[in-house]
């Protein structure tokens, strides 16, 4: 599952792969299983 959103942090356009993504641009990777506010538009979640 790949979705385009924008980085909280720079506003870059990231991938989310399986729920996590790496920031190309500042480098801040983030995973919605530790922060689930953050990526609140995955519906699959998987525990
Ligand atoms: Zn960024």
């Known amino acids: 599952m790949i ?3 924008e ?6 356009k990231i991938s989310i ?6 920031c190309p ?3 801040f990777s983030e995973n ?3 922060k689930p506010h953050l ?3 995955i519906k699959d ?3």
């Open 32 to 34: 919605c299983h530790d």
């Open 3 to 5: 979705e385009i959103k």
């Open 17 to 22: 792969i399986n729920c996590h993504y790496t």
């Open 45 to 47: 979640k998987v525990k």
């Open 39 to 41: 990526i609140d538009d």
């Open 25 to 27: 641009n500042c480098g």
């Open 7 to 12: 980085c909280i942090m720079c506003n870059e």
